[in-house]
């Protein structure tokens, strides 16, 4: 079974600042890894996703993870927050085989101070 | 419009009745999931359906009945509505293959009274 382990429920970042939320996952399988993003009173929105290939992915909005097979992490960055950055993030893991359903991690919640 | 919508956007009903949310998705994508939202659980899988006419169940299906009998439809059915059933539901729908990332719908907020 798959699981998410989303370290940090709130980050708080200056704008200008480097964003850092962390994704730890467990699979027993190789993993495809995504990342979501939710504004307020919104659906939630693919951000970048790990499927195979290139173990630095590049998504929009000038995020970007890194697949870390040894660490089983896929932590989120962003050199410099924005405060249209503000949002809750989810990290989210599924099998790289089939068609087995995402598992979501709880979210962190990324505020920027201007 | 292409894309996948839900609905109400918002309602509330009482303890004990039947409500049903809605979800359609104009891609003809294989897969629709049901997610529910709640504080300090992130999102948890009510049911998903591969296709129509094949339903399974995920984390949390209970007191939940869902149908799919048309590809583009994926309906969820609060059979007697409790108020720990008071959530954001998000529809999300994807094509076959698991490295597809899901789009979801804006999300229904149901409150039980």
């Known amino acids: 079974a798959q699981s998410v382990t989303q370290l940090g429920s709130h980050v708080s970042v200056s704008e200008g600042a480097l964003v850092l939320l962390r994704c730890n996952y467990s699979?027993?399988?190789?993993?495809?890894l995504f990342w979501y993003v939710q504004y307020p009173n919104q659906g939630l929105q693919l951000l970048l996703k790990y499927t195979t290939g290139a173990t630095l992915v590049k998504g929009i909005n000038g995020f970007e993870a890194e697949f870390k097979k040894s660490e089983t992490s896929f932590h989120l960055t962003k050199p410099s927050a924005h405060m249209s950055d503000a949002a809750e993030y989810f990290c989210?893991?599924?099998?790289?085989?089939?068609?087995?359903?995402?598992?979501f991690g709880k979210g962190t919640r990324l505020s920027v101070i201007a | 419009d292409a894309g996948i919508t839900q609905s109400p956007r918002y309602k509330i009903t009482e303890t004990g009745r039947q409500v049903t949310l809605m979800c359609h998705q104009t891609?003809?994508?294989?897969?629709m999931f049901w997610y529910r939202q709640d504080l300090g659980h992130g999102l948890r899988l009510i049911y998903y359906?591969?296709?129509?006419?094949?339903?399974d169940k995920g984390e949390v299906p209970d007191g939940y009945v869902v149908s799919r009998s048309k590809t583009e439809n994926f309906p969820l059915t609060l059979e007697s509505a409790t108020r720990s059933q008071t959530s954001v539901y998000f529809c999300?729908?994807?094509?076959?293959?698991?490295?597809?990332?899901?789009?979801f719908g804006s999300g229904t907020r149901l409150t039980v009274v």
């Open positions: 989210a893991v599924s099998r790289n085989s089939g068609n087995t359903p995402l598992v």
């Open positions: 999300a729908s994807r094509n076959q293959g698991g490295n597809y990332g899901y789009t």
């Open positions: 891609w003809s994508h294989s897969y």
């Open positions: 359906s591969a296709a129509a006419d094949i339903t």
């Open positions: 699979s027993s399988v190789p993993p495809y």
